[in-house]
Every structure is written in C-alpha cells, then in structure tokens.
C-alpha cells in the first residue's frame, strides 16, 4: 500500500487526477471504478478542468460506480446515477452508455448480480476509485462485510444514515438499503485508489493503514491489494503512526524513478 500525505484537500484531487490521466493517456478505453459523496467532488472538477483544457479525454473510457441506494430512481435528487451525471458526467465527453451505476429500483438483487457480470464482461477495473466511511466502509461495504463478497445489496448502519441525512430533506424518505460492489469486486480492480479528507476520517485512515486486516474495517481490505494507492491530506492523515516513513518512502521512490529516467 503506498500511502501518500499531502497538504491540502486540493492536492489529494489533484493528485488523484494524476493517477486517472496517467491511465487514461495510455489506455484511453480505460474501466474507471468511480465513488460518490463529497471527497470526490473535488477530483472530478479537476478532471473537468483538465477536460476542458484537453489535457484528457473521456470519449472511449467506460466507468462503473461502486453503488447506488435501493427504493431511489435514477433522475431523483440524490440517487448516485443523479450525482455522477451532475458532477462529472455531463461536463466531460464520456459516453453515458458506457457509464454504469447499479440500478436499485426494479429486481435489486437481479441488478447486483447483473452488475458483477457486467462488470467481468467489461474486463474488470483498471482503476477503482474510493472515499472511506468514518467507521471505515468503502463503498456501501459496512463493518462485518464479508472481505471476498461480491456485488450485492447491503443494509445500511445507523451510524452511515445518520451521515448521509445531510442530503435529505427531514420528510424524504432516506433508503436503509443499497447495491454495492463487494470487497472481492473492488480487490479484483488492478487499482485501488482511495482519496481521504478531513479529521472526521483520520480514525478510519489509521485503522485502515496500520490497523489489522479486519472486516470490522473494511477498508483495511485493500492491505491485500497489490497496487493500492492512499492519498489523504494532513487531518484524514493526522492519526498515522508511522507518518514520517510514507514521506521517506515517497521521496526514495521519487528519486529511484529520476534515477531510472
Ligand atoms: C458514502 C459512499 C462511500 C463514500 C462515503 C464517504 O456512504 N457510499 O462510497 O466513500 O459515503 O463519503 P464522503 O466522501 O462524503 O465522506
């Protein structure tokens, strides 16, 4: 796991952009595993920027979203279909038939598998993009997920309907249900990229970092991933213990690559 500390939350999207373009200049028909909620905002207006300054095309790229509620049709305010297309879709030249978010209205469970197929069917994931849960989910993958699952619908904790209420209005109905891609669907993408801002996630980064390999944090899931990448800024990154050794391994690294140019 290379684990990257940076300034600002500025950065964690810039950087994160990095690792998208880089991909997408050298495969252009790239898979993109995309996410939802506000840690990525930021990186999507980057990529936007980037876009519109034709440093990046979309045209040929496919994504697949990590999930999406169960009981919210696709044009309601805060489906994650509804989301991706406003922040991201709609401002670059990907083409929406090749963007794909689970669909939780007609046969959820149907949709699950189906989504697992399809994705396999695509090739896999180049590159997955994550936010972190504060109590250390990915995707909608809650404490106790099985670490091998698969695409599937998952009951929500209090704790995450708690923290996504900010979206809904007092008398909305907020779902208890959502598809997700599972740890195993997410472990099988050839990148894993997880983006982390803020000090409310600074306990769900050292978990997932230092902590042991465990489903009562999923996101410590991804200490098996061969090529995972974590970019936090400095309060998702305050609790790290071994904080000054992800420096030096990124200055080395830094360095071996100049060395080998
Ligand atoms: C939701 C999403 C996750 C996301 C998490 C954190 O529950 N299902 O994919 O990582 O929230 O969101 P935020 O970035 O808003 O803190």
New binding site residues.
């Given amino acids: 796991m290379q684990v990257i500390v940076v300034d600002t939350a500025q950065d964690v999207a810039m950087l994160g952009a990095d690792h998208i373009c880089r991909l997408l200049s050298k495969k252009d028909n790239a898979v993109l595993g995309l996410?939802?909620?506000?840690?990525p905002i930021a990186l999507y207006q980057e990529l936007i920027e980037r876009y519109r300054r034709k440093e990046v095309m979309f045209r040929s790229a496919h994504s697949f979203n990590?999930?999406e509620y169960v009981g919210i049709a696709a044009e309601h305010l805060q489906s994650y279909r509804f989301f991706m297309n406003q922040q991201l879709f709609e401002h670059i030249d990907i083409q929406l038939k090749n963007t794909h978010v689970p669909d939780g209205m007609i046969d959820p469970i149907q949709a699950a598998d189906d989504y697992e197929a399809l994705i396999n069917a695509a090739g896999g994931i180049d590159l997955q993009v994550?936010?972190?849960?504060r109590n250390g989910?990915i995707?909608?993958n809650e404490p106790s997920s099985s670490l091998g699952s698969l695409t599937r619908i998952k009951t929500l904790t209090p704790d995450?309907i708690r923290d996504?209420s900010r979206f809904f209005s007092a008398d909305e109905f907020q779902p208890r249900l959502a598809i997700t891609m599972g740890i195993g669907t997410i472990l099988r993408a050839k990148k894993a990229l997880l983006l982390a801002t803020g000090a409310s996630k600074a306990d769900a980064i050292q978990a997932m970092v230092e902590g042991p390999l465990s489903a009562s944090c999923p996101a410590s899931a991804l200490q098996l991933h061969a090529n995972a990448v974590v970019i936090v800024d400095k309060e998702a990154g305050a609790k790290l213990v071994n904080h000054e050794y992800y420096h030096w391994v990124r200055a080395e690294t830094d360095q071996l690559i100049v060395g080998l140019k």
């Avoid at 994550?130 to 849960?133: M, T």
């Fill in positions: 996410a939802t909620g506000s840690t990590l999930d994550l936010g972190i849960g989910h995707g909608f995450t996504n």
